[in-house]
């Protein structure tokens, strides 16, 4: 069935540093793909989607390009802060049956002043 | 901005009583959804409903039923609440027909503790 995989965590970073957190799927058909970010406290908020291959999504900083032939969508920040200390999830699409949203298990970031 | 509240953002609950959750979102959306999140585990969807009156079973609903009675209020009922019940709970919803290809609203949570 459809799946995400996504680095373990807790990643820990210098504030200006280059993040990366790796996602990869395994998906029949294609799925769209996400990014959620939950900050300590709160809920899932959604950071950033794509919809089909070679899409690059982007906010706050934050990419992420849908590589169909390596079925990835990694997260990118070029220079993070204290404030993107969270938990992001990584996310496909079910097209299927079941028609709904797969959550990767999170990974934790931790930044450094 | 879509809001979606959750009743209670920390609740401690005995073995065996009768656990209610409430969810309410102010957009009108279709779709709401109760997930689970422990530690190593992610987020696990328990059940889902895309109309009034609707629901169905997502992974692990054992122990757990819902409750749709309006629109904006999705409720998450624990029959008879276990100590294997402690854990965050998410309350989300989206928008449309297709529910996977609309991103999710989620509340703030709640921390249920059973003792």
């Known amino acids: 069935g459809n799946s995400v995989t996504q680095m373990e965590g807790p990643v820990t970073l210098s504030e200006e540093a280059f993040l990366t957190i790796n996602c990869t799927y395994t998906?029949?058909?294609?799925?769209?793909l996400f990014w959620y970010v939950q900050y300590p406290g709160e809920g899932l908020q959604l950071l950033l989607k794509?919809?089909?291959?070679?899409d690059k999504g982007s906010n706050k900083g934050f990419e992420a390009t849908y590589r169909k032939e390596t079925t990835s969508f990694h997260l990118e920040k070029g220079s993070v802060q204290v404030s993107d200390s969270a938990v992001y999830f990584c996310a496909l699409s079910d097209r299927g049956k079941d028609d709904k949203i797969i959550f990767g298990k999170g990974t934790r970031l931790h930044i450094l002043p | 901005d879509v809001k979606v509240t959750q009743s209670s953002r920390y609740l401690v609950k005995r073995t065996g009583e009768k656990v209610f959750l409430e969810c309410v979102q102010d957009m009108d959306h279709e779709n709401m959804f109760w997930y689970r999140q422990d530690p190593g585990l992610g987020l696990r969807l328990i059940y889902f409903?895309?109309?009034?009156?609707?629901?169905e079973k997502g992974d692990i609903p054992e122990g757990y039923s819902v409750s749709r009675e309006k629109k904006e209020r999705f409720s998450l009922i624990l029959e008879s609440a276990s100590t294997n019940q402690t854990s965050m709970y998410l309350c989300?919803?989206?928008?449309?027909?297709?529910?996977?290809?609309?991103?999710?609203?989620f509340g703030d949570g709640t921390r249920l503790s059973i003792l």
């Open positions: 989300a919803s989206s928008s449309g027909r297709t529910i996977s290809n609309q991103p999710q609203h």
């Open positions: 409903s895309y109309d009034v009156k609707m629901k």
């Open positions: 794509a919809t089909k291959a070679d």
């Open positions: 998906a029949t058909g294609y799925p769209s």
